[in-house]
């Protein structure tokens, strides 16, 4: 299973980013999938995640009210939709997926299986 994630770039806070996670399997639509963000020197961190049918959807703390994760089943993706960035949302961010029989979705960085390649969104002041 490959992960090929897009949408990051350069801009400045208070505008909007759209990330976008496709999932190479054709079965994708069966993979619970998430979003995490990492900056140099620290752990990387728990973003968003959306269980397989899209019905349980959990978000971190820091991100709760302005970032929206969704899935797209025509493309096997699942999307960030990030509004209102600030400086500290400036990181990597890397998808993610893993396998689950049950409609749950995952938190944890040790739950999946799969990585994307990471795409780096900067927000400036």
């Known amino acids: 299973v490959q992960l090929q994630a897009s949408g990051g770039g350069l801009v400045q806070a208070g505008d909007s980013l759209r990330l976008s996670c496709v999932v190479s399997?054709?079965?994708?639509?069966?993979?619970?999938m998430g979003w995490f963000r990492q900056v140099p020197g620290k752990e990387r961190e728990f973003v968003a995640s959306i269980s397989r049918s899209g019905r349980r959807i959990y978000y971190g703390d820091a991100v709760k009210g302005r970032f929206t994760i969704s899935r797209d089943m025509s493309k096997n993706a699942a999307d960030l939709q990030m509004n209102s960035l600030k400086p500290e949302d400036t990181a990597v961010y890397y998808c993610a997926a893993t396998w689950r029989r049950w409609d749950t979705a995952a938190r944890e960085v040790g739950e999946y299986d799969y990585w994307g390649q990471g795409t780096q969104v900067t927000v400036s002041s």
């Open positions: 399997d054709r079965t994708g639509s069966d993979y619970v």
